[in-house]
């Protein structure tokens, strides 16, 4: 039987419809069902961040998932990184140390984007940032260090006035909230912000499935350790100490720890060879950074007689860790809290 024309059309037609639909279909499944472009429901989304360091908040609301964001510490650009959002960032600035190992290849695929550091023109600077470069960059949101005044690099009204949210990570703000339980709310928040609420859980749920272990471990265990900051100081001779309110400290000392110098701030060697005399350090981190190597640190105390009488030099219980892991709220913190159980598991067995 042979069809007319109106009929060949109609078909045609109807083949055309079917093949728009599967493709619509097949679209939203690859990218799992979702469109980040997509507005959230009605109410949006509202997050309640610190915006300075007295402990004054601020509601950020969103109604999309930010497209464009800038990083401006490398706490945030680990982060950000690790949870698979490097294609929502248009620009970093004050990237000032190596990115953590995990995220090399997303780090990679980021610089390749919008260029090298430094380069001319490009949205990637070690530096901190003017008002005008960032507002160039275009933002909708931007995640730096507490700096959101007029005399800073403009006041919250003045960012949400060019459409852009601006916010610092919690635990980066004072030294009374600088703990798990506040890191808890910079997952949260980035987890409702992005709409990857499952992957923040995650984060948050093993980083405290090793807390807990180490807790476990410890017991009425006494171990002793010292948080500096890189190498000693031999024109000085000091050794600059973190004090118990780093966020570090803070979690090591909830492990049930003791922090060598309890007080930081420039330690003499002469206290340090009396701390390693009476009640030793069991373990060292290193903070690093710029041209202040893991492995420079340890040259350092392991060429002094005394320093390498340190326990933690004799048994190689050193880890380094990068500065913006210091401040809280990296995945870095991962690798440098699963060291620690290794060791607790070494010493608590000796």
């Known amino acids: 039987m042979s069809l007319s024309k109106n009929q060949m059309i109609s078909i045609v037609v109807v083949i055309a419809v079917v ?25 949006g989304v509202t997050v309640t961040t610190f915006v300075d360091y007295n402990g004054n908040t601020a509601d950020l609301k969103f109604d999309k998932v930010p497209e464009r964001v800038v990083c401006g510490c490398n706490t945030a650009l680990n982060l950000l990184l690790y949870l698979g959002l490097g294609d929502h960032i248009v620009g970093v600035y004050y990237d000032e140390e190596p990115v953590w ?21 490009s949205k990637h600077t070690s530096k901190n940032i003017s008002t005008d470069v960032l507002l160039s960059w275009q933002p909708d949101l931007v995640i730096g260090w507490v700096s959101w005044t007029n005399d800073g690099l403009g006041s919250e009204s003045f960012w949400n006035e060019n459409g852009a949210n ?12 600088r703990n798990l339980t506040v890191m808890k709310t910079d997952y949260d928040n980035i987890g409702m912000i992005f709409d990857i609420k499952d992957k923040t859980d995650a984060l948050y749920n ?29 024109e000085k001779g000091t050794v600059w100490a973190y004090k118990d309110s780093n966020f570090v400290a803070s979690l090591l000392n909830g492990m049930g720890m003791k922090n060598a110098f309890p007080n930081g ?35 350092s105390w392991e060429s002094d007689p005394d320093l390498a009488k340190c326990s933690a030099i004799k048994n190689g219980h050193t880890i380094g860790m990068k500065l913006s892991a210091s401040y809280g709220s990296s995945p870095e913190l991962l690798d440098v809290i699963q060291q620690v159980s290794e060791y607790v598991t070494k010493l608590t067995k000796s």
């Open 265 to 299: 701030g420039q330690v003499s060697l002469a206290k340090v060879y009396e701390v390693i005399g009476t009640t030793d350090i069991d373990m060292i981190i290193y903070i690093t950074y710029g041209s202040v190597t893991l492995e420079k640190s340890e040259a």
């Open 19 to 43: 093949i728009v639909v599967v493709a619509a279909v097949l679209a939203t499944s690859d990218n799992g069902g979702k469109d980040d472009s997509k507005q959230y429901d009605e109410k």
């Open 206 to 234: 093993q980083i405290v499935d090793v807390y807990n272990g180490v807790v476990q471990k410890m017991g009425k265990s006494d171990v002793t350790y010292a948080l500096v900051d890189g190498a000693v100081n031999t």
């Open 101 to 121: 190992d995990e995220v090399k290849d997303e780090y990679d695929k980021l610089v390749e984007r919008i260029g090298e550091k430094d380069a001319d023109g």
């Open 166 to 177: 601006v916010m610092s990570l919690n635990t980066m703000t004072s030294d009374k909230y």
